[in-house]
């Protein structure tokens, strides 16, 4: 029996929504583009900025998900790192991506994000209000579609500001996670742009079996608690 090519494409198909369906978890890998470029003129300070560009580019995070939850964390070797460049890719992670490991309670809908040095950040009220609009475009051969999250938050003088994030999720892919703390989506989130930099998704591999997501379980504040500390050391 001949197959035609659309027959081919319908069953090229159908083999892939059949392990996406089956699959329970996964694990993408994602790299990162600082797009927020800071300039100096003072040659030495320009230097510094560089560097720190520089070691942001070359961070790599994971994605971990199952039927209970996700884990998003960067991917380090620090062998052979002297000290002053650990020190570096600590300020770099802080100005371009993120320096928290952050967890998504699925069954409770609760996000928790763990500090480096084992604080825990309690969020309770993580969900996003996602506008998707029909913009597509194909991500490692996945059709995505653009959907956009206003994020409101506080100046350094107190004035109401608003970052507009893009995510580009991938429909056939029915996992509703992504980088950092962006999730909720109806598909797992290929690509997506923050305030200073673009998450870029360059492996993803699907388990049959459930992958185990241990959520922290060190000292814990509520964001309400930990933004309150945060506003107080800025002076607001």
């Known amino acids: 029996m001949k197959i035609n090519s ?5 069953i090229l198909f159908l083999f ?3 392990n996406f369906i089956n699959a329970q978890s996964g694990k ?3 790299a990162i583009r600082v797009h927020e470029i800071v300039n100096s003129d003072n040659p030495e300070v320009q230097s510094m900025l560089d560097k ?3 070691l942001a580019n070359k961070q790599k995070f994971e994605l ?4 209970v939850g996700s884990s998003f964390k960067i991917v380090e070797d620090m062998s052979g790192v002297t000290k002053y460049e650990k020190a570096m890719i600590k300020v770099a992670k802080a100005a371009n991506t993120t320096t928290f490991d952050i967890y998504y309670d699925q069954e409770n809908d609760i996000q928790y994000s763990e500090s480096e040095d084992g604080v825990v950040i309690k969020d309770t009220n993580s969900r996003k209000n996602w506008e998707i609009t029909s913009e597509s475009k194909t991500i490692n051969d996945y059709l995505c579609y653009k959907a956009l999250y206003k994020r409101n938050y506080i100046g350094r003088f107190g004035d109401v500001r608003v970052d507009v994030i893009e995510a580009w999720f991938a429909p056939i892919l029915p996992y509703r996670f992504g980088p950092k703390n962006y999730y909720g989506l109806p598909g797992l989130i290929l690509e997506l742009t923050d305030t ?3 998450y870029l998704a360059r492996r993803i591999d699907l388990e049959q079996n459930d992958i185990k997501i241990i959520f922290p379980k060190g000292k814990t504040v509520s964001k309400e608690e930990y933004d309150k500390k945060l506003r107080a050391q800025m002076g607001m």
């Open 6 to 10: 659309m027959g081919k494409s319908i």
């Open 52 to 54: 720190m560009v520089t």
């Open 16 to 18: 892939f929504a059949f």
């Open 28 to 30: 993408v890998e994602y």
């Open 196 to 198: 200073k930099s673009t």
């Open 64 to 67: 971990l998900f199952s039927t």
